[in-house]
């Protein structure tokens, strides 16, 4: 890693992915590192650093070097075969009879294994909404909670948590509070600068952006006893991500900020037009001043509101579901974050217990004319 002027930027830093450069051929795009092990030296210590292939790989640990960058994280950062994979890591850390306290409005997978896998470990769950401080600051009990889970923007509504104020909360009952930064991207947020303890992204999303790796990661402010829990859960249960799918996650970092800034813009724009729409009851995005979350979301986000938003349909479900058949330039699928747009209708696929209105469908802005998806979606909403 020889990439460290103090005045290099995060977006030039991401560009040459540290400014690596492969030593034997001088090679731009450093190798992928497939080797399972490595030589020991003849003392039998491991002076390389390297190991063993389940904890430690080259390619993982620069693509680690630059979300590190990217997050401000003094422990580092650590990537894992799927979001899930690297959130469970955090959950897996605590102890049993430990209170979580984590929002409503999240994830659903996430929220699904909270609700049943985790409190199998021992711990106890609460789920509220953690955009409403209050609510937090109440369910929060000074000893007993050990963490405070957010997710903000929050998937499929787009509300806010103010991560400084959570933060606050957080550590004054002696907790630690952890951020999934996913649907902002860590060139909208900087959660631990805000004062988080980790954060996660389903690298899956926009770190990637080409919907052709599933990815994970976590980030810390502190390599205390706790993260070093996480650190050790993940070599011991063996999930870091593999490292082909680090070096295309690594080659689609590199273009994170044009893609991040591109994709935000378009949201906003669609969420502004979409607005007058006679078939839209409701646009949920934290860039339009009405959304509740907007104040809290100009504070604490940067350069844009991020690249997801919600409709709800006048129509109701029905038309929300006929739309979905009818879209040509969205590809009618699940995820978000990749260059191409998805439009999905949530409830359907979250099922009973979801917090998702029917007459909700969930856009993920690529990075396409905003014109031509904006007339897409125009022309579907008006045939449903
Ligand atoms: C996709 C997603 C996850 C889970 O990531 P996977 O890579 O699919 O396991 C977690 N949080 C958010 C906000 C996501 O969008």
Known sequence: MSASHPLWSKRSLTAQAM?????????????????????????NAYSSGFVYGRPDNATVR???????????????ALLFSSGMAAATAVFQALEPGDHVVASKV??????????????????????????????????V?????????????????????????????????????????????????????????????????????????????????????????????RKMQGAILGPFEAYLLMRGMRTLHLRAAAQARSAMLLAERLGDHPKVARVLYPGLPQHPGHDVAARQMEGGFGYMLSIQLTGGEAAAVRTAARVGLWKRATSLGGVESLIEHRASIEGPGTPCPPDLLRLSTGIEDVNDLFTDLDEAMRAA
């Open 19 to 43: 400014g690596h450069v492969d030593p034997i051929t001088k090679a731009v795009v450093p190798p992928i590192h497939v080797a399972t092990t490595y030589i020991r030296d003849e003392d």
């Open 62 to 76: 620069e693509a680690e070097a630059v979300l590190a960058m990217l997050e401000e994280a003094d422990a580092g």
């Open 106 to 139: 999240m994830y659903w997978a996430l929220r699904n294994w909270l609700a049943t896998e985790a409190t199998r470990w021992g711990l106890s769950v609460e789920f509220v909404e953690t955009d409403d401080l209050d609510a937090l600051r109440r369910a």
């Open 141 to 233: 009990v000074p000893g007993r909670t050990k963490l405070v889970w957010v997710e903000t923007p929050s998937n499929p509504l787009w509300t806010i948590t103010d991560i400084a104020a959570a933060a606050e909360i957080a550590h004054a009952a002696g907790a630690r509070l952890a951020v999934d930064s996913t649907t902002a991207s860590p060139v909208h947020t900087r959660p631990l600068a805000l004062g988080a303890d980790i954060v996660m992204h389903a690298a899956t999303k926009i770190l990637n952006g080409h919907s052709d790796v599933v990815a994970g990661a976590l980030a810390g402010a502190k390599a205390d006893a706790f993260w070093n829990r996480v650190v050790s859960i």
